[in-house]
């Protein structure tokens, strides 16, 4: 068993690793979860956003339920659909559990992630999950609380389009807001479920 410190050093490593752009997997990682369980860390402990219909909402509003966490942008065209996808595939199979997690998607891209763009970008991998933005300066501060890169990055000859270089990886916290593991993406839908499982029985 890791002790916190060891976690704390290993989920630092593994963030370095993701901070990159939409065409880059990580290594999955070992251990009583399948996810890199980082319980105990002093970070991520709320944000002030809006979700696409509007609504005012911070962590608090979800305890109760599992929540995953996940940075990315609607134009990202590999991490962020199959990071979704797989949420989708997870909660699919808890069954009646799955309504006691919720996925949280906050754009890292509010210039072009609109509410409108977000609410039907969203909910297509399920109708219970968010979609959360801020203005810039909100955006950098729940990025910066909650540890996670990302930076615009020009596209090559594209008459001034860019994307975005962002973590890749899905943070998790339990029913009671704390957060607990790290999900690196590529982590296959049924790890996921299993750890899911674990925070909703624990």
Partial sequence: M???????AVFITLFTLALAGCDMVQPASKGSFNAVDITGAEYAKDFQLT???GKA????????????LFFGFTHCADICPTTLSDAAKAIKNLE????RVQVLFVTVDPRRDTPEVLAKYV???NPGF?????????TQKAAKDFRVFYQQRPVAESGGDYS????GGTL????RGRLRLFINYGMAADKIAADLRKLLTS
């Fill in 2 to 8: 890791l002790t916190l410190k060891s976690r704390v």
């Fill in 51 to 53: 979700d696409h219909t």
């Fill in 57 to 68: 909402r911070s962590l608090g509003d979800f305890k109760g339920k599992v929540v995953l």
């Fill in 96 to 99: 009646g559990d799955g309504g």
């Fill in 123 to 125: 909910p297509a991998f």
């Fill in 130 to 138: 968010l979609g959360l933005y801020g203005n810039e300066e909100a």
């Fill in 164 to 167: 975005m270089d962002h973590m």
């Fill in 172 to 175: 998790v916290f339990d029913s």
